[in-house]
């Protein structure tokens, strides 16, 4: 039977192998997911909700056929609705409100075979790339506690990265998903726009500019994942492309010889980290390494006039995540109940017009247009996922005087008083400084990984973006496999004791 050890250092697929083997019971994973949650959670408060007792329960039950059965996993307290199970969003304002419903993706995760054992941290409604809710507290960086694991699926990098689950779910608007996994030095992809789905509460998330998937420890089990989660819904606007075998078949297939570039000049307004810069550079020579015909490009792209469209887009959608929230939790929003962050955006977004909203996300869907004759000559981009190392925790909230001006304005709603302080500006710059290179991604739907390839001489992960074109995720997981093997990062473990 497996020890700790050996379940920190298994990934999810090999875990399931040794249950369906009866080497191990569901029932002993899930008390060792709860063993290494108990000991590492107290410092880096990932995980925020406790569902031991589902766990219990579950692993007693008989074992489907799900290629993950028996294996415990962790969902990030957003999108991810588990019925009669709390769902924070990482807000006071959701405070003792639980769905009625599984959502879709909840459902597919349950038919894979996988055993929650909780939720993980997650910033209020997932809107910053720190995960730094007031309500549910920082989640810290497993290689340094006093850094950030990045957001929003902070809470989800840090457990796998921690070793408490394998596999975490996760969301991706603006590189939710990537920026964590690069912050924490794991395994973290974006899949197409469509590939995963929305429902059946929603039609899309964010334009469609969100999609949910996992973070994980190997490519192989973000594939086999993705397996068993892809397709659409009832109801679904549109779907992605049918992939031409399963995911998991691409994970070790020879990607044969790629055309890659790679930039290290940010896509957005913003300063490259020299760390950041070495890490992409190291990842161009090693894929030059590999076969791959490898050269400097860079994608042309007016970055100021996206970032400004990208705010403009988001003031919009925080003030219909707000209503929405209200007409669930059923009363308004009082005051205290967001953080001044969200109020600002919230009250912004009230006064935003209908045609400002539309022009910004004509705008930004017109990224596709601009980008696509780059991805005919390119099978894959290569950046950096972040533009700094992981931020310490604090980093990017106001402090002093402009957090008091904000709590003031917003107690007053004065959002007229907030566009004249050029507050849409101020926010674009904070947001952009550190993730310059994701969100651009998520507005053209393509597909886009962080792989963990390169430490700086302070011991952090800095991952390296891979993108691929539109529907393409199996040239990106038979490139991944090529550098995971090339380049193990399973045996890299933080050193913080938990």
């Given amino acids: 039977m497996p020890g700790a050890a050996d379940y920190e250092n298994l990934d999810g697929l090999a875990l399931a192998e040794r249950v369906r083997r009866r080497e191990v019971s569901p029932a002993e994973l899930v008390e060792a997911a709860i063993a290494r949650i108990e000991k590492a959670n107290p410092r880096l408060n990932a995980v925020v909700h406790k569902m031991y007792d589902i766990a219990r ?92 694991p990045g957001g929003s699926s902070g809470g989800s990098a840090v457990a796998v990265a921690a070793g408490m689950v394998p596999i975490a779910s996760g969301g ?32 899309e998330v964010w334009q469609g500019f969100a999609q949910e998937h996992v973070i994980t420890r190997s490519v192989r089990d973000s594939a086999a994942v993705l397996d068993a989660t892809h397709g659409s819904d009832p109801g679904e606007p549109y779907c992605a492309p049918r ?84 007409r669930l939790v059923g009363r308004k929003a009082r005051h205290g109940d967001l953080e001044p962050g969200t109020a600002v955006l919230h009250l912004l977004g ?27 000559r390119y099978d894959v981009l290569v950046t950096p996922t972040v533009a700094k190392p992981p931020l310490r925790i604090g980093e990017l909230l106001p402090q002093g005087a402009e957090m008091a001006l904000m709590k003031t304005l917003v107690a007053l709603r004065a959002g007229r008083v907030l566009r004249w302080l050029g507050t849409l500006d101020r926010i674009a710059e904070s947001a952009w400084s550190f993730i310059p290179f994701t969100p651009v991604f998520n507005v053209t739907g393509q597909p886009a990984m962080s792989v963990p390839l390169y430490w700086n001489a302070e011991g952090l992960p800095i991952g390296t973006q891979f993108v691929g074109r539109f529907g393409d995720e199996a040239t990106l997981f038979r490139l991944a496999a090529q550098l995971e093997q090339a380049r193990p990062w399973q045996d890299r473990r933080p050193p913080v004791p938990a």
């Avoid at 006071?92 to 075979?113: H, I, N, T, V």
């Fill in 57 to 148: 329960a579950g692993a007693k039950q008989p074992l489907g056929d799900g290629p993950f059965a028996g294996v415990p996993f962790l969902i990030k307290d957003l999108l991810d609705a588990y019925a009669g199970q709390p769902m924070s969003s990482g807000s006071r304002l959701f405070a003792g409100w639980s769905p009625a419903a599984d959502s879709e993706m909840m459902l597919r995760y349950k038919r894979a075979g996988f055993l929650v054992v909780g939720k993980t941290n997650t910033p209020e409604f997932g809107l910053t790339p720190v995960t730094e809710s007031e309500a549910l507290g920082p989640a810290r960086n497993p290689w340094n506690p006093e850094r950030t």
């Fill in 172 to 203: 991706d608007g603006g590189g939710s998903l990537r920026i964590p996994a690069s912050c924490c030095g794991v395994f973290g992809l974006k899949p197409t726009r469509a590939r995963t789905p929305a429902g059946p509460f929603v039609a």
């Fill in 243 to 326: 992939p031409a075998r399963p995911f998991r078949e691409e994970v070790g297939a020879p990607p044969g010889k790629l055309r890659i570039a790679w930039t290290a000049r940010p896509l957005l307004p913003a300063q490259v980290h020299p760390d950041c810069v070495a890490a992409v550079q190291d990842a161009a020579k090693l894929c030059a390494s590999l076969g791959h015909e490898v050269e400097e490009a860079h994608p042309e792209l007016n970055g100021a006039a996206f970032a400004r469209d990208f705010v403009i887009f988001l003031i919009g959608e925080t003030a219909a995540e707000v209503r929405e929230a209200e």
């Fill in 350 to 376: 009230d006064r935003l017009s209908a045609a400002d909203y539309a022009e910004a996300v004509r705008n930004l869907k017109r990224t596709c247009r601009t980008l696509a004759p780059f991805f005919a």
